[in-house]
Structure formats: C-alpha cells, structure tokens
C-alpha cells in the first residue's frame, strides 16, 4: 500500500492505491566526463595513458616524450628530469609502477632507480615485463629476451609482420606476441616461441581475468581466442564501431577504443557508447586505461577523457540540475531553456537567450518546483515557484489584452531571436511578443491549476484562480481563439469548431485541439463554478464531436492527403503535439465532469500512451500513472532517469554508423531504430522531440535546461511512484 497524491476537489487529497509499484531509489553508478586537450601548438602523437600507484598520470607520445594532463591542457613531463632527455620508445606499468622502454635500456626511477636492463634491439618498439624483472623486447622483425643480468634469448620474427604488442600471461609463464597477422607465444621456461594464430587486421588484444582466454580487437571487430583450445571461439562485429584501435579488460569490464569513440560491452551483451564532445576530445581513440577513483581514462588523438563513475541515487541526480537551473537558465523568472556559447562547450562564455516558448518551458519547471515543495516542503522550492509564478502572470499583465498571455518578454534593445511580432510597453522599457500558440496556453493552464491546488497562501491560490478564469473567458469571448494584438486569431491559438474539425479525422490536430479545450474549460469550471465553461464544453462534445475526436485512437492518425494545411500537419508524427497531449492530461482526467467521461479519458490517455511506450520517456510514463493505472514503465521510467546525462550541452552526437542497433525502415513516426537509445548516447532533445533522432550537429554551441529531468523526477516522487533517497 502507499499514497498516492491525485486532484481531488480544490485541494489535494491522499488516496490509497493498492496496485502501483515504487522504484527504490537506490545509489547507481553515474558516470560523467571531464577532459583536457594538447595544444594546437604541440599538437603530439599520444599512444598511450596510465596512472601508477603514485596517482600520477602519464601520457607517452611517439613525437613530444613523455606528457601530463594539467587541469587545462596536456603539457611535457617535468617531474623527472632525466626522462625529458631519453628517446623512449614504449611505457607500461609493471608492478604498478611505471617501467620505461628507451633505445638503449629498460628503466624505471621506482625501486631507487637500480632497474636498468640494457639490450640491443635498434628498432625496438615494444616489451613487457615477466615474474622476476625479466622482459621480452620486440620490434617489427625480432624479439630480445632479457633480465638484469643482459640478454638470454632472441629470435627472429617472421618477415614482413608488424609488431602490435606485447602482452605478459602469469598463468602460463610466457608472453604473448601479437602482430597484424599472427598471435605467437613465448613460453620462459623453454625458450621456445610458436604461432598459435594467423588473421588479419589484427589492432591490439588484452588477457582476460578469466585466465583462459584473451581477445583480439581488430579493424573489423574482435575475436575471443581460447588459450588451452589455441582456437577463435568468438568473433563479434555488431559493435558500435568495427574499425577497433585498443581494448582492454578493466574491473571485469571490457573496453574499447575505436576510429569512432570508446564503447563498454556489458553484461547483457550490448554496448555503452562513448561518443562525441559530450564524452570524449575526439572519436579517433588511441588507447583505453584504467584512472583513479572508479574513472576510465580514455586517450584520443586530440587529448586525455577521464570518464568518472560516481555512486549517486535520482534525487542527488535531481539537485545537481537544481543548481544548473538556478545557475545558468533563470531569467526575468523565467526557465530560459537555452544557454548559448560562442565558444563551444565554454559555459563561461555563453548567456540567457528569450524563446517564443518561454511561458511553456516555465509551466515545466514550475510544475516541478510545485511538486518538489509537495512532497519536501523546501523553502527553496517555494521560493523557486513564486518566481516562476510571477513570470508567467506578467505574460498576461505586460500586454493590454486581457486573458491573453504573451509568448515572452524581454528588456527592450536585448531581443534575440528577432523583431517580428515584439511590442514595446507604454513605458519604452520592455517588450513583448504575441502570437501565442497553444503550446504556451497548455502551459498556463498546467501551472495555473497546480499552483492553486499546491501552493497554502491564499492570496496566491486565488490569483492563480483568476488567470484561469480571465485566459477561459478570453477563448469564449472570442469564438475559442487567441485574439492577439491586430484584433486576428493567432496562427496556432484555435480551437473553434470550423478550425479544429474542418481537418479529416486523421490529422492530428483535429484531436489534439479537441482534447485540449475540454481540459481548459474544465479546468475553469472546476475552480470557478461558472456554467458557461461547462455548457461550452458539454456543447463542443455532444453538438461539434470534440469528445469523438479525443477519443479517436492513436493508430488512426496518419498521413492525410486535403488541403494543404492538413497534409503539412499530417506529413510525420509530431512529438510537440504528444507534450501538449501529455500536460494537459494533467487537468483532463482529475476535472472530469462525472465519471463516465474520466473512464473514457482514461482509455484515450491509455491509448496514447501505449503508443509512445518505445520511446520509454519517463515523463509520458508518470503522466499516465497519475490516472491510477498499476502498470506504466516505471522500470523503463528508472532507467531513463539513471541514463540521463549530467551533461547537457548540445555536442553533435553520431549513431547512425552503428552496427550494434538495427536500423528501421522510413516510418511516419520517424523510429529509426527498433529500441531507443539510451538518453546519454543520443542528441540532447527535450520532451517535445523524437526521441528515435540519433544524429544531430549540435555543435555544442547551447546548454538545455535541467528542468527536462526535474520535472519527471519530481512528478515521480509527488505521485510516489519513486520512494525517497536511500543512504549510499
């Protein structure tokens, strides 16, 4: 059993619902990316990063030596002078220290400095060290066995290899020599060495903590070889990229780097792929290692990405974008939803722009900021609400129109995205925009309604209680239209009969708006008593069929050929539309004028809902488990919410190259693949876009505000279908 908070009446009441479940909010690895580029100046060729067990990382380049990332840049190792002056050739750590391959030696500064192995390879290229300080040094065409006492063995190589790596196996006592074309082994005791594999295209390989098998990444997937079998017992090449450049295995995970980002195989047997700005310098990956504090470093060609993992539940998730809201995307009280930067991904060199939608972005946040202070009583998120409340009343009082609210409105000489349609004020210092569509009047009515079932004051409730009377008399007292400042119906402000059913019935619209304004007027009646909503209401759906066309199934809407108006609205589904369908469910189903019509409601949101279930947004999920239903997602909801990313800068993010995801057919809905992706490996959107889109050049010019998680987080937690934080 557990409460569930529903409208009821004017103010919020408890109801028992048996049957829904309640996610546990339990701490779950979030990972994040910090990085750090070379300088255009030293721009070296990086081929590999480690970190010892003295924290100190380094980078070896085949051109600049030795390198280390600074908090800034990647800079020339200083630390340890003596290294500046040697031509090193290869770098691993052996016993967790760094042990170093120049022309001459192999050498370490651990262990007082005594390790100094000299060998005679001119050519060398690669090693790796055995049980006791012994090491196996390769180069295209030989191999040198040596300890501290000088050289014990060598052998020439086939001709006409390239050497990769050199790997060294503690339970067989032997390394492993892979080249382009051939896997060898070594074996210490015998000083043998054999072929045990021929290919091609062969990359890089790493021994497996099973201890019986490695695997071989090539620049067309990789295979897993079976060392006790000497035979290939697994070759995968559905991967987010074939063309592999390194691989390792990391706290039993496997990684790899690729000529297209990095990718993590996981238990299920799909990917996590890490792709673009938003995760990586750049997509060409040298080579992958493991970092400090449960991080991943992941080395490019351009600079050094330190992936951290951190242990976080959805509401520590929730107040990191709680901070960014407040931070970089309040404005006038507005939720500005973009942050714009002229230089990409440099949030010190961006700023606030005004949206034609900002009154809807708003209603989002301070629906979240209601529900929030519902469930937490938060001063913070009262305060937070009043704000946006505020705003969102000065869209209707900055205009003379009355019930009429404005798209936006700005200081005047600081406009942006251009003039057309922007209103100076009587006073010369502000603007205003009209052409308000519906999306800002489902907003209006979305905050409206809950500030006044949410918010105790009084004197708030009852302003909130006006807005909504004065925004449903303006509609009745021009023929169900936004009447803008010309005295004309706005382009997308209608919802009179001859508009709305002048579409044939498969044009989305004809729906939408019919579902629309029986919500507002029901809305108005609820809170105001007054008939007129009502009768036009009950008139719209018995005389002019609105109660039809919102009932009219999903599957039903389609490609429409007519006029050309129907036809351009008709040409694809429209993901804006399912947003407005969505909040305004908010006020359909709980205002419903008797029961009969709240059980069709609840059959035409299931119905919808159902349709947008590939898409698993958390935020559609709850809006349906508001209607009580016992089954709406929520593992599906969870899961959106952990893969959403903490980074929300608009970096173009590239899928479509994939060959791990299985690509559809052209479809009016736009699905492009037959499972979505998860959120952080996908283009930032926000809920009113396909969430199937997995290109965009964002070029990571913008930020998103966070209120795109805030508001299903809360809205979960207020209808408490997600419990309250546990302890890490």
Request: glycine share 6%; aromatic share 14%.
């Amino acid at each position: 059993m557990k409460k569930l908070l529903l409208f009821c009446g004017i103010l919020m009441s408890l109801n028992v619902l048996a049957q829904q479940p309640v996610y546990e909010d339990k701490p779950f690895w979030q990972e994040k990316s910090k990085y750090v580029f070379a300088s255009d100046e030293m721009s070296p060729d990086m081929k590999k990063v480690f970190v010892d067990r003295n924290y100190v990382t380094q980078i070896l380049s085949s051109d600049k030596g030795l390198l280390r990332p600074s908090e800034t840049s990647i800079v020339v190792q200083r630390l340890y002078r003596p290294l500046m002056d040697m031509d090193i050739r290869d770098m691993k750590l052996y016993r967790n220290e760094y042990v170093y391959l120049t022309d001459k030696a192999v050498l370490s500064d651990a262990w007082a400095g005594t390790l100094y192995v000299k060998y005679d390879l001119p050519d060398a290229k690669t090693f790796d060290g055995g049980a006791n300080f012994d090491f196996l040094i390769g180069s295209d065409g030989k191999v040198v066995y040596v300890d501290k006492t000088g050289k014990l063995w060598d052998h020439k190589l086939f001709k006409g290899i390239k050497l990769i790596d050199i790997k060294y196996d503690k339970d067989y006592d032997g390394f492993w020599i892979l080249t382009d074309g051939r896997l060898c082994f070594f074996d210490v005791k015998t000083k043998n060495i054999e072929k045990r594999l021929d290919g091609e295209g062969f990359t890089a390989f790493t021994l497996l903590k099973n201890h019986s098998e490695l695997v071989i990444a090539t620049s067309n997937g990789y295979h897993v070889f079976d060392k006790g079998l000497n035979k290939i017992t697994k070759t995968n090449r559905e991967l987010p990229c074939v063309k592999l450049t390194t691989v390792n295995e990391i706290d039993g995970r496997l990684w790899f780097g690729s000529e297209y980002g990095a990718f993590m195989l996981r238990n299920d047997g799909k990917f996590n792929y890490y792709e673009g700005r938003r995760w990586i310098p750049d997509d060409k990956v040298r080579f992958i290692a493991k970092g400090l504090d449960n991080s991943i470093l992941v080395l490019t060609s351009k600079g050094l990405a330190t992936i951290q993992f951190n242990l976080m539940t959805l509401y520590d998730k929730a107040m990191v974008f709680e901070r960014q809201v407040r931070m970089r995307h309040t404005r006038d009280g507005f939720n500005c939803d973009t942050y714009a930067m002229k230089i990409p991904g440099d949030l010190s060199s961006g700023t606030m722009v005004d949206s034609d939608n900002d009154g809807l972005w708003t209603s989002m946040y301070l629906a979240s900021q209601l529900f929030r202070y519902a469930v937490t009583k938060s001063p913070e998120a009262y305060e937070n609400s009043i704000q946006a409340f505020d705003a969102m009343v000065r869209l209707h009082t900055i205009n003379p129109i009355e019930g009429f609210p404005s798209r936006s409105y700005e200081r005047s000489g600081y406009i942006l995205h251009g003039k057309e349609n922007w209103h100076e004020t009587e006073d010369g210092l502000w603007e205003w925009k009209g052409t308000t569509s519906s999306d800002e009047a489902i907003g209006h009515y979305l905050a409206f309604a809950l500030v006044a079932e949410i918010i105790p004051d009084e004197a708030i409730k009852q302003k909130a209680l006006h807005m909504i009377d004065i925004m449903t008399n303006h509609l009745l007292e021009h023929d169900l239209y936004f009447y803008d400042l010309n005295g004309k119906p706005t382009q997308w402000g209608r919802w009179n009969p001859d508009y709305v059913n002048h579409f044939p019935k498969s044009v989305g619209d004809r729906k939408l708006n019919s579902s629309n304004i029986i919500a507002f007027l029901q809305t108005a009646y609820h809170f105001t008593g007054k008939e007129k909503y009502k009768k036009k209401a009950m008139e719209l759906m018995d005389k002019y069929g609105y109660l039809d066309n919102l009932m009219r199934p999903m599957e039903e809407i389609g490609k429409t050929e007519g006029n050309p108006l129907a036809a351009n609205l008709s040409e694809e589904w429209n993901h804006s539309d399912d947003e407005m369908y969505f909040l305004s469910y908010w006020y359909l189903y709980p205002y419903a004028f008797n029961n009969d019509l709240k059980q069709k409601y609840k059959e035409a949101i299931r119905d919808h809902w159902q349709a947008e279930r590939p898409e698993k947004d958390a935020l559609w999920n709850f809006c349906y488990a508001m209607t009580g239903a016992d089954k709406f997602d929520l593992d599906e909801s969870a899961w959106w919410l952990r893969e959403f990313p903490l980074d929300l800068i608009d970096w173009s993010v590239h899928n479509s190259h994939r060959k791990d995801i299985e690509l559809l057919p052209p479809n009016f809905r736009n699905q492009t693949t037959k499972e979505v992706l998860p959120p952080d490996e996908r283009p930032m959107y926000k809920h009113n876009t396909n969430m199937f889109e997995i290109d965009r050049n964002g070029g990571g010019r913008s930020e998103y505000s966070g209120d795109l998680y805030l508001l299903p987080y809360w809205m979960g937690r207020y209808l408490g279908v997600i419990s309250a934080p546990a302890e890490k």
